[in-house]
């Protein structure tokens, strides 16, 4: 009796209700069972530390995330996934010695966004290696044995965010896994830690976004000093950026002819090289010249932003007829500078979790640069003032007329000249003359110096007069006369 009232308390389940429970359950017979030693929940598959040498098949449909770290697997074929694998979004592979992966083998898995290869032995990035992964978004890499990393290997990836390539033997700075446009347009982050760099392209990193140099990694790599570089990352210091800041000491490099590394932010002012400190944001330009300010925020997503001229003006759209264009990417362009243009400009940015100052210092040159009206630069308007001065100062010497053919005889002579300063450079008296200040017309020199129409001969030599008095005139080639042509009187042009 009592076996028959536990009975009639179990209600009766309906066949299909059965059925439908079946098939919800992940590990139903519907849809597979959990491969031997592997630990499986939900849609989660954990096969870590099981000392596997393959891939354990076959694989439920449904996984999302598979743990494979911490085994033996050291070659992942074509045929590791031979059914598709939708809904699989995370592969882990680290820590098991692989050095073989194929070309193939992420044919089935396209929505793969997380795979994490570290602490492996692979050697060789080949080509297209990772082309079949257009949704990936976090490669981990670091702790192998790469060497050589085909320019191909990261083709298609572009949704890809992190690629961690530190502690490997990378010796080229893979320089096109940055450039705006190319093959990773979304990559946020680039690991190249403890590597073999040994030169960096400091000027094309300089002109990266902020946002990118700030998760930029190259400390424990040989690097050379340079003072590029010093720059580089002493502007990411004074940014605050965390691949510099967090990293000081082990930011270092190799001086030349040294064995030792010295700290790459210790440089400035020291030999052999003697870098200087690089300026923040200072840009040069002419008049009539058209600029482009650009905000260099290190936060990634900014909400707003705005601009404040050196007058204090709050720039959010276009402003002074055009002159002043706020851009879409939250750059500020300048047309037709002017003199009053130059000063500091501010970049006001609104961050995801903070806010950010940026100051741009503007200057512009009183010249114009290769402009329309252009006529005569400045050194060759000191050129041709040159050349001037020395053709008035030749004339003077040379082509001045002589007063002796119109001087009249009856002219009553000039009073004897002092020793003044005021003797002008430009006078039109010659101070040829004798002791008389006389037009040479009315002094008749004698002695055996004279010949004809009493002018002096080829080979004589004027008289000299006596002296009269403490005022006594100058001789001829006196050296004191302050009427020679070297005087320090300046000519007018």
Known sequence: PSHQRVAMRVPMVPPSLLLALSLLSPWGSAAGS???????????????????????????????????SHNNVTR????????????????????????????????????????????????????????????????????????????????????????????????RFPLELLREGTRLPQLALLDLSANRLRAVPAGELQALPAWLRDRLYLHNNPLACDCLLFQ??????????????????????????????????????????????????????????SVTLGCDS???????????????????????????????????????????????????????????????ELLVHNFTLHGP????????????????????????????????????????PPAPRDDSINSSVLSTTPNHAGGTGEPCGSHVASGAGTGQNGRFKGGGTPPVPARQGPKAQRKVSDPDSVSSVFSDTPIVV
Do not use: M
């Open 34 to 68: 959990c491969p031997p030693r592997c630990v499986c929940a939900s849609n989660l598959l954990s096969c870590s530390q099981a000392n596997l040498s393959t891939v354990p098949a076959p694989l439920p449909r449904f996984t999302a995330v598979l743990d494979l």
């Open 76 to 171: 992942l074929r074509a045929d590791w996934a031979p059914a598709r694998l939708p809904h699989l979004h995370a592969l882990l592979l680290s820590h098991n010695g692989l050095a073989f992966v194929s070309t193939e083998a992420f044919a089935h898995v396209p929505r793969l966004r997380h795979l994490d290869l570290s602490s492996n032995r692979l050697r060789t990035l080949d080509e297209n290696l990772f082309s079949d992964l257009g949704e990936l978004e976090v490669l981990l890499l670091y702790n192998n044995e790469i060497a050589t990393v085909d320019r191909t290997a990261f083709e298609n990836l572009g949704r890809l965010r992190k690629l961690y390539l530190g502690q490997n033997r990378i010796a």
């Open 232 to 289: 580089l990352l002493d502007r990411g210091r004074r940014r605050h950026l965390s691949a510099v800041e967090d990293f000081q000491d082990e930011l270092r490099c190799f001086l030349p002819g040294a064995t030792a590394l010295v700290k790459i932010l210790e440089l400035a002012g020291k030999p052999p090289l003697n870098c200087s400190k690089a300026r923040e944001a200072v840009l040069e330009a002419h008049l009539g010249d």
């Open 298 to 360: 290190r936060w990634q997503g900014v909400r707003s932003r705005h601009w404040v001229t050196p007058g204090g003006e709050r720039v959010l759209g276009d402003g002074g007829n055009g002159s002043v264009v706020l851009l879409a990417n939250g750059s500020l362009q300048l047309r037709a500078l002017r003199p009053e243009d130059a000063g500091t400009y501010s970049c006001w940015v609104a961050g995801p979790l903070l806010n950010e100052t940026l100051y741009v």
């Open 373 to 412: 009206h252009d006529t005569l630069n400045t050194a060759y308007t000191t050129l041709v003032g040159c050349i001037l001065s020395v053709v008035l100062v030749l004339i003077y010497l040379y082509l001045t007329p002589c007063r002796c053919c119109c001087c009249r005889g009856t002219e009553k």
